[in-house]
């Protein structure tokens, strides 16, 4: 028996209603993959006033823009796509942003119920598709056989699931029957419903009475308020702050009266940070970039390790943490009973500390070969307003050991919930989209390749972003591992994966400027010319994988060597 067709009228009164409550809850864009199965979710969500549709030409790089632009501009960002593989595309970014905690609205197209298990083209078993990476999933009803304030009631709901205390994606399966072309005339409009009071925080527990704290902050996608708060933690309790580039910490105007330190993967690995060990630290969000970290906690075995994150992660590789709270770490910050410290011998060590740590970094740098730490700081000199986008692997890494904690208004984005290579160019163009400041992306070249679909996407989004491209003709990650030293792995071709392309034509296909520096007077005038400049830019920085690990390691040498010798007591 054949199931009645569907009726456009009653499918599109029912999608616009759903969409129609998006945007009375704060969603702005839907970021469409187009496919025939989603039609009725297309023309949906593109005749709702208050929408923005940009269209991708496949769904990973479209999730990875959607969680860029939902970074940037602090709201959910919906998604729509069509069925089959197409949503299994979706994986990776839906990955990233429940780790991350961004709000996303995955909305993926069905074949109806009666198409389920038969062999239907473009049909596969996409009910709980993401697993347990999402924090809500709902099979939802065929559109069209409830009525239209039954799709606003679900619209509401997901939207407090999304951007609740633990944030992140939601998935809604759309099963849609034929005919799948909408209506000329648009339906009247539904009733909007009430959004609800987003739930508040319980008070935390007191912080230790101890003026021997440290405050070590991972990746965090923090407000300017929940800055200012951790900043005035910091400065209140006098404990350090040593921050993750990517904690929205390491730079910004609060650092002038904050002791904000930055080169821990440095600084932790020293004899001098074994003999201070602070008797609270307290973990602010994800785990931080530096492993140096992790196995300075094994060492060292701080007696109180307080890990405060809203995701539910409460990192802890070291199995050091003593004690998990539950509050996103700025509202916590706002809100904690923390001793009053002010300036304390003890914060004063980690404050000279930091600093000969960083004067030593920048003393070694000054005199060492144009390569990746260089590239570091010709961004770190960059004036004005920045959002940097950092792509995973190496180029976080460069920016942890390389980047000195300063004034300087930047906020720094990483993909580190998953911490995965994938979508780095997306991600970078949602947030050029999303932001009014100029945008710069760092990234390596297997990161770049492995999204290079996404970055042709830059005209089509009408994108400003200029892409800092590290080529070193591989991953130069692995020439860190021990295994590189082998004389019987062949680990160049196993490990360092080389491409062996001309990135050059890059730029072309991708309508992009192109320029290519050599040393640190071309790359200066290379971001100067197109930072903050209309368009997409390449600037192409070839360096050397073996060059890079000698100068991670000669600058950890040095800060060893200045804190050992007379350092701060």
Known sequence: MNPTPANPVAVQATLRAFFAQLVAGGVAHVAVSPGSRSTPLTVAADRTVGLDVSIHLDERAGGFFALGLARATRRPVALVCTSGTAAANYLPAVVEAFHSGVPLLVLTADRPPEFQGRGAPQTIDQQHLYGSHVRRYVEASVPGEEPPEAAAALAVSLLASATGPAPGPVHVNWPLREPLEPPDDDPPPADLLASPTPAGWSPPPPLPDTDRGLLVAGAMDLGEDGVAALADLSAHTGWPLLA??????????????APVLACGEHLLRTSW????????????????????????LERTRPATVVAVDHLGRHPDAALAVTDRVDHEPGAWAAAVDAPSNGTTGWNRSWTEAGQAAAAAVATFNNAAPFDEPAVVAALDALDGPLDLVVANSMPIRDLDAFLPASTRSRRILANRGANGIDGQASTALGVAVGSPDPTVLLTGDLALLHDLSGFTAAGRLGADLTAVLLDNDGGGIFSFLSIAESGTVDHHRLFHTPHGLDLAHVAPLCGASYHRTGDR??????????????GLHLVHVPVDAVTNRSLHRGAAEA???????GGPR
């Open 559 to 565: 800060v060893a060597t200045a804190l050992e010798a």
């Open 273 to 296: 940070s074994d003999g201070h060990v602070p008797d609270v630290v307290v973990q602010l969000g994800a785990m931080p970039t530096s492993k140096q970290y992790r196995l300075w």
């Open 244 to 257: 993750d580039p990517a904690s929205g910490l390491r730079c910004g105007p609060h650092v002038a009266d």
């Open 521 to 534: 007077t071309a790359l200066d005038a290379a971001l100067a010319a197109t930072v903050g400049r209309p």
